[in-house]
């Protein structure tokens, strides 16, 4: 049963709240901030994907396939309590179609505090930060800063097996992480150079995200 | 179908095409760091700013002005104070306008510029310089064939490394390496005066492994990018290794693991204590010379070209029985064992370049004077 190991709402909104916060926060430190909705659901998705690379416990194992790239709904209420408490802020927002908003995430006034206490409090955060720093680095300096539609070329969410509106299921009790046996795969293939499993295994699967998005 | 897509058909929608890409294209995604640390800083700004100087070589242009990059731990805090522009995507492709820039940046794309370029390198020195930056690591990139790493910075106690990025053949074997080395020990160690506490009485810092280490590390990476990943505290085995440098895709390039070690006469006083205990030349020599079993276990485990021992000594006297005892144990196991002397003071270093000939080798005795 997926309920027995998945954590309650109110803890992983708590969670979530974490790790939105640690993600904006590294990317400002890089230079990387504010950063777009769209931007920030790839980051938290392929976080939670490839988390077992850090050592991280992922906060969900699962996304709805809707749309070019993975979105959290209840995630996003997170983000935006978060940009009315202070401690993120939003520095800009993108209007679109069908009165559609998109709004550019940066750190808040009480976001830098409240980001060192969770570093210096808590082991997992750091492992969290550590996993979300390459992330960051990986993406941003590359596709992500132009497009964030992954969808259709991320291994887990665009599986032809999981038709759209369907559940794409990547929790531990699935074998079906595909973005971890790529990883993985990757690793493996380039041995002889040595990779380091953890940070190489996020930047090659980020390289390939790179690579397929240029075929698209 | 390749071997690589073969073995990926079941990872959901992954692109075959350009997994074997990433395969193919091999070390270009790989970190030789962590994200947002210097020395992934200086590996990729040195690859960006090389790859820049190649574009314009390839299209006969010369570099309009220097291009300046700065490592600082926060570029977005230390930018927005200093009123720079923010560039997410600075460094991102070599075919964009570098000339003139100067910038702080954190990761390996992307930085903090200062609104106005710069033209020549007195004005760069000196926004370095209001900036309050001049103890950071800075790269610049001088024309099209010279790039300069200052390691810790422009008013840094450590001499700048230069690259000559040329586009004739270098070839990247362990002679190669050993020139490196002894640049390295020329340029930075012989006379270094950070890696000292107390030169008078030839303490040294703390931990002076560690502080030789990261500072060839830096010299080393400034040296390879591009070409090799070079890595530091590398798992091999049961141990780590010190620094690897494994060539990216020149086949006649050469591998080599480095074991680093340090010989003193006296351990560093710990905290609170002032009388350092001596180090007998013989537990210094049995020190140095373990470092031999080291990196010829590590470079069997793992197929290196080459194997190097590198002690840095810092007792008195250049002493040869710390040479001769590494070359006996680094003989029987094919290591290349290098003693890199560090001198106490300027006094010292030029005693021992430039001795006066010693009174027997020149005949007789000099007449008294008359």
């Known amino acids: 049963m997926s309920g027995a190991t998945e954590s309650p709402p109110l803890a992983s909104a708590g969670m979530w709240k974490a790790w939105v916060l640690l993600c904006i926060s590294e990317a400002h430190r890089m230079g990387m901030a504010p950063v777009a909705t769209s931007q920030l659901h790839v980051i938290l998705y392929l976080a939670n994907t490839l988390a077992d690379l850090f050592g991280v416990t992922r906060v969900r194992g699962r996304v709805l396939k809707r749309g070019a790239y993975p979105f959290f709904p209840d995630v996003q209420r997170e983000i935006d309590r978060l940009a009315f408490s202070g401690v993120l802020k939003i520095e800009h927002v993108d209007f679109g179609a069908k009165n559609h908003l998109a709004a550019h995430y940066a750190v808040g006034p009480y976001g830098a505090q409240i980001f060192e206490q969770l570093l210096d409090r808590s082991p997992e955060a750091q492992r969290t930060a550590r996993l979300l720093r390459e992330l960051v680095c990986a993406c941003f300096g590359r596709f992500l800063a132009a497009r964030a539609d992954i969808g259709s070329i991320d291994a887990n969410y665009g599986d032809a097996n999981v038709l759209e509106g369907e559940v794409v299921d990547f929790s531990e009790w699935s074998t079906e992480n595909n973005n971890m046996k790529l990883a993985r795969h990757l690793i493996d293939r380039l041995r002889a150079l040595r990779p380091d499993a953890q940070r190489d295994g996020v930047r090659l699967y980020c390289d390939y995200l790179d690579k397929a998005m240029a075929l698209i | ?370």
């Not at chain 2, 350009?18 to 970190?31: H, K, N, Q, T, Y």
């Not at chain 2, 007195?122 to 790269?139: F, H, M, V």
């Not at chain 2, 020599?285 to 793992?302: L, M, N, P």
């Not at chain 2, 290591?335 to 005693?351: D, F, G, L, P, Q």
């Open chain 2, 1 to 370: 179908m390749s071997t690589a897509n073969s073995q990926v058909t079941s990872m959901g929608g992954a692109r075959l095409a350009a997994v074997d890409d990433v395969i193919a294209m091999g070390a270009s995604a790989l970190s030789v760091a962590d994200a947002g640390t210097k020395e992934a800083f200086l590996d990729a700004w040195t690859r960006n700013l090389t790859e820049h100087a190649r574009h314009l070589r390839a299209k006969s242009e010369e570099l309009a002005a220097p291009v300046v990059l700065v490592h600082v731990d926060n570029c977005a805090d230390i930018g927005s104070n200093l009123s720079w522009v923010r560039r997410p995507m600075l460094g991102g492709a070599p075919t964009d306008s570098l000339a003139g820039i100067l910038a702080i940046g954190t990761a390996e794309v992307g930085a903090f510029i200062k609104p106005d370029r710069l033209q020549d390198t007195e004005s760069i020195t000196q926004a370095i310089e209001q900036a309050g930056l001049g103890g950071r690591l800075t790269l610049a990139l001088m024309s099209t064939s010279q790039l300069i790493i200052w390691p810790h910075g422009l008013d840094g106690d450590m001499e700048p490394s230069q690259r000559d990025l040329s586009d004739a053949p270098v070839v990247m074997d362990l002679d190669a390496l050993d020139r490196n080395l002894l640049q390295f020990y020329e340029k930075v160690a012989r006379q270094s005066r950070t890696w000292w506490k107390d030169r008078d009485q030839r303490i040294t810092v703390e931990n002076p492994e560690a502080t030789v280490q990261e500072d060839l590390w830096l010299f080393l990476l400034g040296a390879y990018s591009g070409r090799a990943l070079v890595k530091c505290e590398t798992v091999i085995g049961h141990g780590r290794a010190d620094i690897t440098v494994r060539p990216i895709s020149q086949p006649m390039d050469a591998s080599a693991v480095l074991e680093l070690k340090t010989t003193r006469d006296v351990r560093t006083p710990k905290q609170g204590t002032v009388t350092p205990s001596a180090i007998s030349l013989k537990e210094n020599i049995e020190w140095a010379r373990s470092g031999v079993q080291q990196t010829a276990a590590y470079r069997d485990d793992e197929s290196f070209d080459g194997a190097y021992l590198c002690v840095y000594d810092f007792c008195a006297g250049n002493r040869q029985e710390i040479e001769d005892g590494i070359q006996e144990a680094a003989k029987a196991h094919n290591v290349r064992a290098r003693r890199y002397w560090i001198t106490a003071s300027h006094k010292e270093h030029r005693e021992d370049r430039y001795p006066f000939p010693s009174p027997n080798t020149e005949g007789s005795a000099p007449e008294a004077a008359e």
